[in-house]
T-cell receptor
Framework: NAGVMQNPRHLVRRRGQEARLRCSPM?????VYWYRQLPEEGLKFMVY????????ESGMPKERFSAEFPKEGPSILRIQQVVRGDSAAYFC??????????????FGPGTRLTVL | AQSVTQLDSQVPVFEEAPVELRCNYS??????LFWYVQYPNQGLQLLLK??????LVKGINGFEAEFNKSQTSFHLRKPSVHISDTAEYFC????????????FGGGTRLMVKP
């Protein structure tokens, strides 16, 4: 049973370019979460999505960042016109939809974005 | 809003010694509590979680944690560490009511020395 898949694992972009990070949730999971880990810091929540819906984007920067989770295919975190401050590890997690209030999140290996 | 504080950014310890990694949280509502481990260049792996019931929680790799509601703490312990326990450890909380987002502490780097 494959876990949460993220690609690419490492991404290098120059300032002003676009970065696209992909996340395939575990089989049977319909919820996806994106977190960002800046150097020497903990993870910070960015966005929570279900298929074709953004549920909570309270942690997303107001500009240049967007996320989607289409009906088919992986979830995409898109960063436009990247700046050096966007350099970080971006982690995706997924969970099931259950009737319980607790839905364990399973994390992917992360994408490490470096902006030159 | 909730927050998590991990008081120690680094904890050096000798192999086979006991260790405690501290975590304190603040929240106006009931929370679920978690400890995750992150090995170099890898994702997060769940060590243990407190949802309800017994305040002493046992996890994988010999780790355990105790939920103390009055002190709003959830410290992680292991009686005897191995070199392979060297990693970054993150404490996290999630409120019962709204949303599924996890709030993480800043992490504690456990460095086990031979």
């Amino acid at each position: 049973n494959a876990g949460v898949m993220q690609n690419p694992r490492h991404l290098v972009r120059r300032r002003g370019q676009e970065a696209r990070l992909r996340c395939s949730p575990m089989k049977g999971h319909s919820h996806v979460y994106w977190y960002r880990q800046l150097p020497e810091e903990g993870l910070k929540f960015m966005v929570y999505l279900q298929k074709e819906n953004i549920i909570d984007e309270s942690g997303m920067p107001k500009e240049r960042f967007s996320a989607e989770f289409p009906k088919e295919g992986p979830s995409i975190l898109r960063i436009q016109q990247v700046v050096r401050g966007d350099s970080a590890a971006y982690f995706c997690a997924s969970s099931r939809l259950t009737s319980d209030s607790y839905n364990e999140q399973f994390f992917g290996p992360g994408t490490r974005l470096t902006v030159l | 809003a909730q927050s998590v504080t991990q008081l120690d950014s680094q904890v050096p310890v000798f192999e086979e010694a006991p260790v405690e990694l501290r975590c304190n949280y603040s929240s106006s509502v009931s929370v679920y509590l978690f400890w995750y481990v992150q090995y170099p260049n890898q994702g997060l792996q769940l060590l243990l979680k407190y949802l309800s019931g017994s305040t002493l929680v046992k996890g994988i790799n010999g780790f355990e944690a105790e939920f103390n509601k009055s002190q709003t703490s959830f410290h992680l312990r292991k009686p005897s560490v191995h070199i392979s326990d060297t990693a970054e450890y993150f404490c996290a909380v999630r409120t019962h009511n709204a949303g599924n987002m996890l709030t993480f502490g800043g992490g504690t780097r456990l460095m086990v020395k031979p």
